[in-house]
């Protein structure tokens, strides 16, 4: 794993993202951003937002890299599917990952690009993609608890 603090090119660039998180009953979350703020579990589990952010970044970052490219993207759906043991996240058991074991992205394009073009851009999509870089390998996550 990369220490980030002693790369001092990588430091100057690092930016701090933060969020805050407001239980609003068992099953929904307050999420205020520095842009905005909307609701997980209102209409969507967590679950389904985090493969949704990996879609919505996929989105964001294939569009990014097409301009870069040259590549005029019309159309661009993003299907991701994980498989998860709900069991271990509800309580019923210890054994196992509370988290998804399986993650598949599917990607449907329609662009003005040949083959090896659009496997080209799928390559750098992936490993530009910040959600798909947190999937794909460890990221450190600090927890601490302080009563109100």
Same mark, same amino acid.
């Given at each position: 794993m990369t220490?980030?603090?002693s790369?001092?090119?990588? &430091?100057? !660039?690092?930016?701090?993202i !933060?969020? +805050?998180?407001?239980?609003i009953?068992?099953?929904? +979350?307050?999420?205020v951003?520095?842009?905005?703020?909307?609701?997980i /579990?209102?209409? *969507?589990?967590?679950? @389904?937002h %985090?493969?949704? &952010?990996?879609?919505? $970044?996929i989105?964001? #970052?294939?569009?990014?890299v097409?301009?870069? %490219?040259?590549i005029?993207?019309?159309?661009?759906t993003? +299907?991701v599917?994980?498989?998860?043991?709900?069991?271990?996240?509800?309580?019923?058991?210890?054994? /196992?990952?509370?988290?998804?074991h399986? #993650?598949r992205? /599917?990607? @449907?394009?329609?662009?003005?690009?040949?083959e090896? +073009?659009?496997?080209e851009? %799928?390559?750098?999509?992936?490993?530009? $993609?910040?959600? *798909?870089?947190?999937?794909?390998? @460890?990221?450190?996550?600090t927890? !601490?608890v302080?009563?109100k």
């Amino acid at each position: 794993m990369t220490d980030v603090s002693s790369d001092s090119s990588t &430091t100057e !660039s690092v930016d701090t993202i !933060s969020i +805050t998180g407001q239980a609003i009953d068992a099953k929904q +979350t307050n999420i205020v951003t520095a842009e905005g703020e909307y609701t997980i /579990g209102d209409v *969507s589990s967590p679950l @389904e937002h %985090m493969l949704g &952010t990996l879609a919505a $970044c996929i989105s964001v #970052i294939g569009n990014l890299v097409g301009q870069e %490219m040259g590549i005029s993207i019309s159309d661009l759906t993003i +299907t991701v599917e994980g498989d998860i043991d709900r069991r271990r996240f509800k309580g019923a058991t210890a054994d /196992g990952r509370a988290g998804f074991h399986d #993650i598949r992205v /599917g990607v @449907e394009i329609q662009a003005d690009a040949d083959e090896e +073009t659009l496997e080209e851009w %799928m390559t750098t999509v992936d490993e530009r $993609c910040p959600i *798909s870089d947190n999937i794909q390998h @460890e990221t450190g996550a600090t927890f !601490s608890v302080q009563r109100k």
